[in-house]
């Protein structure tokens, strides 16, 4: 009986050493073992290859590896030519550090169905006595991460080995060095085995981007974008509605009209209310936005897509708009970016009171610097509240307006950093602000927010919620936050965030963003009747304490 158990596991193995190996299944592991390769193989790591030609060779060589007998000696022979890996006793050591490992995972080195016992044993050898220090494909600023020494293959679509190495080489960078890569909506690795076939079966330059811009927003971070001319054209549009909207409700309200272009030929007016363009709802065209815009949370993707909604490659746009309780059909004409003349925003103040008592500050965060605070302070300390409109981005004031503000010196939020001698794994270090103060503010601090509130607003409203009388109003934020790594990917600029930022406890703000005490969002009636509704509630609480 013993013997043909034996048998039947032989024969089993045989079987399986045999069988042929999907195609996509195949390059999934090779973009796995070469980004493992390229940062953790100390000869690798050091510059000693041209790592962009090992690749087109691989590829080459493994349309020709049918069974896993083959691809294992594929693998064991790679390896081998890669030359001596010393043992590292320098990566024994334990380091005095909290690691976050949500994003670590080298299992797929155990996986059986792929490799055999020794190719395991080679891969983890070399997990062990990883490359350490200095790296030829990344650099340190502080401790932030930049990439470097990477080959630039152009933007245009040449071949399906460089499209693959594209994926590969972004892939790889968010599987080492996204600090939320844990966070997005789809496992990281089901997303390499889905986009394979998609970059394989790329043939022309525009889908070239949109398949880049497809994987680009996987990560699921409203920091991470693509900048592409060739989408912005041709997938958004050349042409505009020349007005001014905002959004609330599902819906759009125009604000303003373009002064040097409309006339009597357009029929728009200021207070109507958009419903459907070309046939689409708001939120439908949010959805059709969504393949392509990443965010990290719907209020972030209605943050990107809002600017895009009138864009147009035609003469015209068929809306449906609500005016007077009426519902009307129109069709706009639409202009070129350079027949739009944009007027020049007025310059708002950098702060102010609000009242003719002078007992509410308000503090624009957009627009005050580090230069302007001792003044600005001076000004408003004899205040009973003071309003930071934080629906903007800030200029560096954390520091020194935290100590301005907080009557101690607090730990208020965390960074996660990575762990540069073991890739994938983060460390947390506790940040502490503001300063042990005596004349700190003592009265209401008032902070706005809503989904323009993006990393370091977030993190600015993480320092002005440990004031003790702190109250935050408005919509949820953007849910980005942290410092971003910026790169580009087939010559095309793009991000994701590469420091991860919690609350002191290790609550998450990413994707979900800071949730404001006092929930408000803008109304149709309110935009209409040119409301801040946001501030307005903040003046309701100041008054009547709830």
């Known amino acids: 009986m013993r013997k043909f158990s034996l048998f039947i596991l032989l024969f089993l193995s045989l079987h399986f050493s045999a069988q042929n190996l999907p195609e996509v299944q195949k390059l999934e592991f090779l973009c796995r073992v070469w980004g493992f390769l390229k940062y953790y193989h100390p000869n690798v790591a050091k510059g000693n290859f041209n790592w962009d030609q090992q690749l087109f060779q691989k590829i080459d060589e493994l349309e020709n590896i049918n069974n896993k007998n083959q691809l294992n000696e594929f693998y064991s022979n790679w390896i081998e030519s890669l030359g001596k890996v010393n043992e590292c006793k320098e990566c024994l050591k334990e380091e005095n550090k909290v690691y976050f490992l949500k994003n670590f995972d080298l299992s797929w080195i155990n996986d059986q169905n792929i490799f055999t ?164 709802t708001i939120s439908q065209k949010i959805n059709s936005f969504g393949k392509y815009l990443p965010a990290s949370n719907s209020w972030g993707k209605i943050n990107k897509s809002k600017y895009l909604f009138l864009y147009t490659n035609k003469d015209s746009t068929d809306l449906k708009i609500e005016r007077d309780g009426k519902n009307l059909s129109l069709r706009v004409k639409t202009y070129s970016q350079k027949e739009i003349i944009t007027e020049k925003p007025t310059i708002p103040e950098k702060w102010k009171f609000l009242d003719d008592e002078k007992k509410i500050g308000y503090v624009n965060m957009g627009m005050i610097t580090k230069a302007d605070l001792n003044e600005m302070f001076k000004n408003l300390e004899n205040t009973e509240s003071i309003i930071f409109d934080s629906r903007n981005y800030p200029k560096m004031t954390i520091l020194p307006l935290s100590r301005l503000l907080l009557p101690e010196n607090k730990i208020y939020y965390q960074f996660n950093f990575p762990e540069t001698n073991y890739l994938s794994k983060f460390y947390s270090r506790k940040n502490s602000i503001g300063s042990n103060n005596s004349d700190y503010y003592k009265d209401n601090v008032i902070v706005l927010v809503n989904e323009n509130t993006q990393s370091q607003a977030e993190t600015t409203v993480m320092m002005l919620k440990q004031h003790p009388k702190a109250k935050v109003i408005g919509g949820y934020t953007s849910g980005a936050n942290g410092d971003i790594i910026r790169f580009n990917i087939a010559d095309l600029e793009t991000c994701f965030t590469g420091l991860g930022a919690y609350y002191p406890n290790g609550t998450e703000t990413q994707r979900i963003g800071i949730v404001p005490d006092i929930i408000v969002r803008p109304t149709v009636r309110g935009i209409q009747e040119g409301k801040d509704e946001v501030l307005e509630r903040a003046l309701e609480y100041i008054k009547n304490g709830n």
């Open 117 to 280: 016992e020794n190719v395991t044993q080679k891969l983890k050898f070399i997990q062990n006595n990883r490359n350490i220090g200095e790296n030829h494909y990344f650099g340190l600023n502080g401790r932030k991460v930049y990439f470097r020494n990477e080959n630039s293959y152009g933007s245009k679509f040449t071949s399906k080995r460089i499209a693959l190495l594209e994926l590969f080489r972004y892939w790889n960078y968010a599987e080492y060095f996204f600090a939320y890569k844990y966070k997005t909506d789809q496992n990281w690795n089901d997303v390499l085995k889905e986009m394979i076939p998609k970059f394989l079966a790329i043939n022309n330059d525009e889908n070239y981007h949109l398949t880049l811009a497809e994987l680009v927003t996987k990560t699921d971070d409203s920091h991470a974008f693509l900048f592409s001319r060739l989408i912005s054209l041709n997938q958004y549009g050349r042409k505009n509605v020349p007005v001014q909207y905002a959004y609330a409700e599902g819906k759009l309200v125009v604000t303003k009209l373009n002064a040097n272009i409309f006339n009597n030929e357009n029929p728009l007016k200021a207070g109507d209310v958009i419903y459907d363009i070309n046939g689409l």
